[in-house]
């Protein structure tokens, strides 16, 4: 075959202006400047503005579409009315060649008054093999059964959020709560336990172990309180966390109980107290001395009416030598009989002066104070400051 000179010629030069282009053309940006970029865009405040912009980074390469892919479904949240939505995504995580399932890592969902199966929901979730957080709200658990094991194909999850949420019995949740394996931070907020003599015909199956790695727990305002945390004393604890609000004088034993199992262990411990108890019958009662966790490095007590002067107490009985930083938050504060200038901070400074409080390095203080009450405070808090320096007094 003959091709003329001519033809060979073009080609020829069309390769070699290929070529230049090529060895001229711009190296591509290092990942840590287009992940900044992308990082960015997810700091939108517009959502519609995030979501459109962000898509359109998935459309450049390969190398964005990882990134804007994982801001994209790295949180996903379904809220009331949003049925639609939800329907949606569980059927993209049906499809085949879904291409999400390792960028999807919080869930946030409020599954009250759904026309849908929650063990099924769970089911269909377990395919998300990267979702480390599930955020539950108003959710009823009761269809669930506590040996079907609906946490066990969560690999990678370590943190259970549960709000308002319902269980049939305090029975079902420990089993439901103990099949993730891998939980590591646990928050339970105003759920219900559900009544044990309501279901006395059913079988009493042995409790699971508590997830072997929960280090972090948050127990507030659900009842029954008792049952669930006697179950957290049982197996090994892991716990250097623990947030118990809403304590009332018959939880003293089972706070004790709580904090003797877990020992030393614990390095941040939060008491609220309930509104509506007594608490100076809680901070004075001689059951509530958490001796055991020697290696205590903060102390928050919440909700403390002024006037609670066992508050003081409770801390003169306390050995915690590692302490770094106590809170105390007052409650009620806005009522005229009842203001923090009758707290007895004399009587606390002479405690933190103590040996038992060596390592205090910061006070945090949270409530109002009149400017006439302000007074006897700094004249206790400047003997403090002068006595343990440097201890740091910040009011929140």
Aim: aromatic fraction near 6%; charged fraction near 20%; include cysteine.
């Amino acid at each position: 075959m003959f091709i003329m000179p001519s033809v060979l010629s073009l080609f020829y030069s069309h390769c070699s202006r290929l070529d230049h282009t090529m060895r001229n053309k711009p190296p591509p940006l290092p990942l840590e400047i287009t992940d900044s970029v992308i990082d960015e865009v997810d700091q939108y405040r517009d959502v519609h503005a995030r979501v459109v912009t962000l898509s359109s980074c998935a459309l450049v390469c390969r190398q964005w579409r990882i990134r804007a892919r994982r801001c994209l479904f790295d949180v996903v949240a379904f809220n009331t009315g949003q049925q639609r939505r939800m329907d949606a995504f569980r059927k993209l995580l049906c499809y085949p060649h879904c291409t999400i399932l390792s960028s999807v890592r919080l869930i946030q969902a409020e599954l009250k008054g759904r026309e849908f199966s929650l063990p099924w929901i769970l089911s269909e979730l377990s395919v998300l093999r990267d979702l480390t957080t599930l955020d539950l709200s108003a959710t009823s658990f009761r269809e669930v059964s506590p040996d079907s094991e609906c946490f066990a194909n969560y690999r990678s999850l370590t943190t259970l959020v549960l709000t308002a949420c319902t269980f049939s019995t305090c029975r079902d949740a420990a089993g439901i709560i103990g099949g993730c394996l891998g939980l590591e931070y646990l928050a339970m907020v105003s759920c219900t336990l559900g009544d044990e003599s309501s279901h006395a015909d059913r079988p009493n199956t042995p409790l699971v172990s508590p997830p072997p790695r929960l280090k972090h727990l948050v127990f507030e305002n659900s009842e029954p309180k008792r049952k669930f945390l006697a179950w957290l004393c049982t197996g090994e604890s892991s716990l250097t966390d623990m947030r118990i609000r809403g304590t009332k004088s018959g939880d003293i034993s089972i706070i004790n109980a709580l904090a003797r199992h877990a020992g030393p262990k614990v390095l941040h411990l939060t008491i609220g107290l309930d509104a509506s108890s007594n608490a100076d019958a809680i901070l004075g009662s001689e059951e509530l001395r958490l001796h055991t966790c020697t290696s205590m490095c903060s102390l928050t007590l919440e909700n403390v009416p002024p006037r609670a002067a066992h508050a003081v107490t409770f801390l003169a009985r306390m050995k915690w030598p590692h302490a770094e930083e106590l809170t105390l938050a007052f409650g009620g504060v806005d009522n005229s009989s009842n203001r923090i200038g009758f707290f007895p901070w004399m009587h606390l400074a002479v405690v933190l002066e103590q040996s038992s409080f060596g390592g205090l390095e910061r006070l945090s203080i949270a409530g109002l104070c009149p400017p006439g009450e302000m007074l006897v405070v700094e004249e206790a808090l400047k003997r403090l400051r002068t006595r343990r320096s440097p201890l740091e007094i910040v009011w929140i």
